[in-house]
């Protein structure tokens, strides 16, 4: 049974970091995209960064570009994301995901069940 578990998230003030971290079980992560996803309320999902199964490729929304920062570790079978300079528009939760994809939600396989991160001002 494939399981993406997300840690990391919590309530913290506009301008400070948090890093989230997502754990594989049942999967090779090093076999897919690792890609973060956000949903705040009343809105829909949102992409906010991939990065690719060697790691060699990153791609991030313009909202995250220059502040957040995606990265692996096959050995731990996990990927994570820096989030640095928060802002309050940045409050949502925050879900991984597992795929062949890029910054579509549909082209991802397995999903995690979400950390909620909450920028207060």
């Known amino acids: 049974q494939v399981q993406l578990v997300e840690s990391g998230g919590g309530q913290v003030q506009a301008g400070d970091s948090l890093r989230l971290a997502c754990a594989a079980s049942?999967?090779?992560?090093?076999?897919?995209?690792g890609g973060w996803f956000r949903q705040a309320p009343g809105k829909e999902r949102e992409f906010v960064a991939v990065?690719?199964?060697?790691?060699?490729?990153?791609y991030y929304t313009d909202a995250a570009k220059g502040r957040f920062t995606v990265s692996r570790d096959d050995a731990a079978n996990s990927v994570y994301l820096q989030m640095n300079s928060l802002k309050p528009e940045d409050t949502a939760v925050y879900y991984c995901?597992?795929?062949?994809?890029?910054?579509?939600?549909?082209?991802?396989?397995?999903w995690g069940q979400g950390t909620q991160v909450t920028v207060s001002s």
């Open positions: 995901a597992a795929g062949h994809g890029a910054t579509q939600a549909h082209e991802y396989d397995y």
């Open positions: 990065i690719g199964w060697r790691g060699s490729i990153k």
């Open positions: 049942g999967l090779t992560f090093s076999s897919f995209a």
